[in-house]
């Protein structure tokens, strides 16, 4: 069964204090891993998506790495904007995506 | 132009009764989902059409949950004899194609089941 948990459940950062979250993922056959941010009372915003170990992609002050069993979402210099819940999703052998828990982020000025 | 639009925004219904959820995708969108999101839940896949077609229902809940698509656009999500289990943000998404392709969100319906 395919399986994506992130961690932690929550962060707060101080302004300017750069971290990483976690999105570990099992899965059979992985067609792409998708990092989505969702602002309270919205749907989920697309950010990213990474489709092979190795591959790397950056926004402004996100920037997502995948390996073969997680991937990283490293947020550089956060401001207060910043402040949302960092949803990761995988699709695997069938067409449906399967969503992590997501990491509820704080940025405090 | 527009992006996804459900509709209603918020639904506060009682026990037993049924319910219809609206989907508008952005147009020229071929694939199209739905998912349910309960308080500090993740997103739970629910229902996936590619045009009029739902190749994949098996996110259904039960057999209480049915959806529907007409003329490669609208959905409709229907819950009869709602139960207060059913109470969450219902989330719709599309997206250009099925594989690969970013899926844009709408703001959601919240259903509350008295």
């Known amino acids: 069964e395919d399986q994506v948990t992130q961690s932690p459940e929550a962060l707060r950062l101080q302004e300017g204090e750069s971290s990483s979250l976690n999105c570990s993922y099992t899965?059979?056959?992985?067609?792409?891993l998708f990092w989505y941010r969702q602002d309270p009372g919205k749907g989920p915003e697309f950010l990213f998506t990474l489709y092979s170990a190795g591959e790397e992609k950056e926004k402004e002050r996100l920037k997502a790495t995948l390996t073969k069993k997680e991937s990283f979402l490293h947020i550089t210099a956060p401001k207060p904007e910043d402040s949302a819940t960092y949803l990761c999703?995988?699709?695997?052998?069938?067409?449906?995506?399967?969503f992590g828990p997501g990491t509820r982020l704080s940025v405090l000025p | 132009g527009a992006g996804v639009s459900q509709s209603p925004s918020n639904k506060v219904t009682e026990k037993g009764k049924d319910v219809e959820l609206r989907c508008d995708p952005i147009s020229g969108h071929t694939a199209l989902y739905w998912y349910r999101q309960s308080l500090g839940q993740g997103l739970e896949f629910l229902i996936y059409?590619?045009?009029?077609?739902?190749?994949?229902k098996s996110g259904l809940p039960s057999d209480r949950f049915s959806a529907e698509r007409t003329g490669g656009s609208v959905s409709t999500l229907t819950i009869q004899r709602t139960q207060q289990e059913d109470s969450a943000v219902y989330l719709c998404a599309s997206s250009l194609v099925s594989f690969h392709n970013e899926q844009f969100f709408g703001p959601g319906t919240r259903l509350t089941v008295l």
């Open positions: 059409f590619q045009g009029n077609s739902a190749p994949d």
């Open positions: 999703a995988v699709q695997a052998g069938g067409q449906n995506f399967v």
């Open positions: 899965v059979s056959g992985l067609r792409g």
